[in-house]
């Protein structure tokens, strides 16, 4: 059975430095994996621990399947082994000794599961992860990919209710990592469990999640599907944390429905997206990812000139560091072929769909 988890209002003080976690809620509907984003320190870890209950909130109210499992103003807690959960850690948390059927079998027979019932459990766990004809290996001959699978298919054996990750891959190398991410979007969904999945790689949780929290400082600043978190991002700092890293300061001078016009400064005017409620007269920041900008055309409300001060080939793509009205841009564009050479005197567009502006509360608040 898989069940709906609801966060309300969680808070978690220790007792040393501000709140971890100040005031989060979300919700986790059935079958959907949620998947917590952020930098290092922003509270993720400590809101997946909460839940599975490996931490004891300060505020606020858990709920699992409708029962609520933490709530400290009632005085209830009720410990991790009651949760109907399973963890995957970052660290492969698998028992060296045993075979992957014995280490996959294990908590099956914790819970006292006849041995017929639990051997077919396993054959078809392993048959999900992929691993049926590794079931006899010690799992010290496995790779730490395969390590990660039985971790997985160990966690998921006994079909919890609800299912927490931690960062499980930030230990595989590169390529492990990127396949077995693409596999664990397909196996959650075909066990069709509820995920609490926790990373710092927004790659990672655009391909995972139904729905992604961006956190920062023990906050939750938006959640919303990826599309949603890519092409609105709510504030500056979650535009600048999925990729959109370049700014451009300026002053809207007009509102025209869900677009205004930014002064530069110099006399130079564009177009943006206006993702926040922005007065006329307010200073803004526009976020821009280095995909949007156009080098060498000549269209658009938004085309002016810059120059090509450094390029970086890096095979499959280019990155240029360009100068526009005075600020240093970067520019991506795809392709096996560097196109623009270092000095060239040149023009840029700048789509406005994609020149998102915020309001300018000052270098730290996207630092
Ligand atoms: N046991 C603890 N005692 C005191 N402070 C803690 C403890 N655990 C975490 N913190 C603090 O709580 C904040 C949130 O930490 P948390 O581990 O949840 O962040 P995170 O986003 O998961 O980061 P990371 O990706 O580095 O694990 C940090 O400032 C951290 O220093």
């Avoid at 079931?135 to 054996?157: E, H, K, N, T, W």
């Avoid at 025209?256 to 400064?265: C, L």
């Avoid at 005075?326 to 623009?340: K, N, Y």
Wanted: with cysteine; proline share 5%.
């Amino acid at each position: 059975m898989t069940a709906t988890l609801d966060v309300t209002d969680l808070r978690k003080q220790f007792s040393v430095g501000r709140p971890a976690i100040d005031g989060v809620s979300f919700a986790v509907p059935a079958g959907e994996i949620v998947v917590l984003l952020g930098p290092s320190g922003c509270g993720k870890t400590t809101t997946l621990r909460c839940v599975a209950g490996l931490e004891h909130p300060t505020g606020g109210v858990i709920s699992i399947a409708g029962k609520v499992v933490s709530s400290p103003a009632r005085g209830i807690l009720v410990p991790p082994r009651l949760r109907d959960l399973g963890m995957v850690f970052q660290s492969y948390a698998v028992w060296p000794h045993m075979t992957v059927r014995q280490n996959v079998v294990y908590p099956l027979k914790h819970r006292r599961i006849a041995r017929g019932e639990a051997n077919r459990k396993v054959d078809e766990v392993l048959k999900l992860v992929g691993l049926s004809e590794y079931a006899d290996r010690p799992v010290v001959a496995l790779s730490g990919g395969q390590m990660q699978r039985v971790a997985l298919a160990r966690s998921i054996v006994y079909r919890p209710q609800l299912l927490l990750l931690d960062e499980p891959l930030s230990n595989l190398d590169a390529k492990l990592r990127l396949r077995l991410r693409d596999d664990l979007r397909v196996i959650l969904k075909q066990t069709g469990m509820t995920a609490l999945y926790v990373t710092h790689d927004q790659a990672e949780a655009v391909v995972l999640g139904d729905r992604i929290g961006v956190m920062r400082d023990g906050k939750l600043l938006q959640i919303g599907t990826p599309d949603q978190i890519y092409n609105r991002p709510a504030d500056l700092f979650v535009a600048n944390f999925t990729g959109a890293t370049n700014e451009l300061a300026g002053t809207l001078v007009e509102r025209n429905g869900e677009f205004g016009t930014v002064d530069f400064g110099d006399g130079r005017r564009g177009q943006a997206a206006l993702l926040q409620p922005l007065k006329v007269g307010e200073k803004v920041r526009i976020a821009l990812r280095p995909e949007n900008i156009a080098i060498g055309s000549h269209d658009g409300a938004n085309n002016f000139p810059a120059r090509v001060i450094d390029r970086r080939y890096q095979g499959t793509q280019t990155v240029y560091d360009i100068d526009l009205l005075g600020r240093r841009l970067e520019v991506l564009e795809l392709g096996t072929a560097a196109r623009h050479q270092v000095g060239t005197e040149t023009r840029v567009a700048l789509p406005r769909e994609g020149c998102w502006a915020y309001r300018d509360t000052g270098p730290s608040s996207y630092e």
